[in-house]
């Protein structure tokens, strides 16, 4: 099963729907488009996501999500997804990198996880049940790319003590710490190899002045719930939390070192958005700040079924947070796009029907494609003009073809593309279709049209000027 723009319905129950259903899809899709340049919320539509947690690497924004199964009435999660982008709207998806079982010693949950580079490599910390015991651990998973693959580091638990949520921060001498724990709050400081620590790990006191005050929970005294997030700024130690469950809230403390002693400070993002349970990441990205954080705005979602979404912001003068709200309009695009160089297929602002999955030339594909399914690209950059465009293309079945249009799905076509049957879904070949009217900096759209059932695999995409 998937999201569909983004109705959780087996792709069986789609084809029965039939014209009527696309019909009301892409008038919900026209309801829902935002102002031009700024991201799509959710900022994935093919899933559920989770748990956000990105990274600033090498020009690139990569975020680490969990995936909620479509129908979840529990959190169901078997794996963990890596996306990125170079403008904060459109979004690469590089697949499953990491799942349980990558850890021959976990038996299940894919829960809140959070990467962090140290010398040269990426290591992923992650909270699973361990098969042994029946109590979370946290797991940690290396690679030598932040899009994986990536691998067990230890061959077991780095640490057990049945919490979860981990969060590492390597502050400025290069020691690392992890953070972790719901009910309790957790810290160890990290060896320089990543995967052993120094010492036992200690237990933050959570009193009121430095979490907040709950009320009418004796067990709970303050406000902090989960998922610790922790960063530095001009020689000030946040730690931003999902505070009082249920339906949780983002709040934050500060510090004058990694351990303490914290205070809190307020609240970040208010009890909104249709899930009970909320993660946030904070980075900082050429030149702006954002915020990501999970709901359950797409049709379907709820508190099992999340969506991860980002805000920009700037932080008030003396260095606190402002309030930050769940929109549909998400982040202002940074830069523009290129459709001169390749793109994958599967680089999305929103989309309305498709899949990925691996593919057999490496990285992922789109695929499970219907007749008028559709893909948006923001901000493409054409200047002068496109003369021609390229696809990788693969089809089992008869074909189709390539709507390439600009602004909205049924709105200007430049150029149409048509698609034969290659004997497979993965027996790529490369077709090529003149394109008219293409310049300037526009929406991109690929329709895909066609007879009934699926028609087509699209692996990556080139403009030529």
């Not at 959710?42 to 690139?60: F, W």
């Not at 200690?202 to 610790?228: C, K, V, W």
């Not at 260095?319 to 202002?332: E, Q, R, Y």
């Amino acid at each position: 099963m998937k999201v569909r723009l983004v109705l959780p319905l087996t792709k069986t129950a789609r084809t029965r729907r039939g014209a009527a259903w696309l019909v009301s899809l892409l008038c919900l899709a026209a309801l829902l488009q935002p102002a031009t340049a700024r991201a799509d919320n959710p900022i994935v539509q093919t899933i559920y996501t989770a748990d956000p947690a990105p990274l600033v690497h090498d020009g690139r924004v990569y975020l680490y999500t969990g995936h909620d199964e479509d129908g979840s009435t529990w959190f169901t999660m078997n794996e963990w997804r890596v996306w990125s982008s170079a403008d904060m709207v459109n979004w690469t998806d590089h697949g499953a990198q990491l799942d349980i079982a990558s850890f021959a010693w976990a038996s299940k949950d894919a829960w809140a996880g959070h990467v962090v580079p140290r010398n040269g490599k990426f290591y992923w910390y992650v909270p699973v049940v361990n098969r042994a015991t029946g109590r979370m651990a946290i797991g940690v998973a290396v690679s030598e790319s932040p899009t994986g693959p990536f691998r067990d580091a230890l061959g077991g638990p780095l640490v057990e003590n049945g919490e979860i949520d981990p969060a590492v921060f390597v502050d400025d001498d290069g020691q690392a710490y992890l953070y972790w724990g719901n009910p309790n709050l957790w810290v160890v400081k990290l060896n320089s190899d990543m995967t052993s620590y120094q010492g036992s790990p200690a237990r933050i006191p959570l009193t009121t002045q430095g979490f907040g005050a709950r009320s009418g929970n004796p067990d709970r005294p303050t406000l902090y719930e989960e998922a610790p997030w922790v960063f530095k700024r001009n020689g000030q130690y946040y730690m931003v939390f999902a505070a009082e469950c249920c339906s949780e809230f983002i709040a934050y403390s500060t510090a004058p070192s990694p351990t303490g002693p914290w205070t809190y400070r307020g609240t970040i993002m208010p009890r909104q958005g249709g899930s009970f349970t909320n993660h946030a990441g904070v980075v900082d990205f050429k030149g702006g700040s954002y915020f990501f954080y999970h709901n359950g705005a797409l049709p379907g979602g709820g508190g099992f079924t999340r969506s991860v979404a980002v805000e920009s912001f700037t932080y008030n003068s003396d260095g606190t947070f402002p309030t930050i709200n769940m929109t549909g309009g998400g982040a202002p695009q940074v830069g523009t796009l290129d459709p001169y160089v390749r793109q994958e297929a599967e680089t999305i602002a929103w989309a309305s029907g498709v899949e990925t999955e691996p593919s057999g030339e490496g990285g992922m594909n789109v695929g499970w494609i219907e007749n008028g399914d559709w893909i948006k690209t923001k901000g493409v950059a054409f200047g002068a003009g496109a003369r021609s465009f390229n696809a990788r293309v693969a089809s089992a079945a008869a074909g189709g073809s390539i709507e390439v249009r600009l602004d909205s799905p049924t709105g200007t076509l430049v150029g149409t593309c048509t698609v034969p049957g290659t004997g497979g879904w993965q027996n790529w070949t490369t077709v090529t279709c003149p394109v008219n009217g293409a310049s300037g900096t526009r929406d991109l759209y690929f329709r895909y049209t066609g007879g009934s059932g699926y028609l087509l695999n699209v692996n990556w995409w080139r403009f030529s000027a």
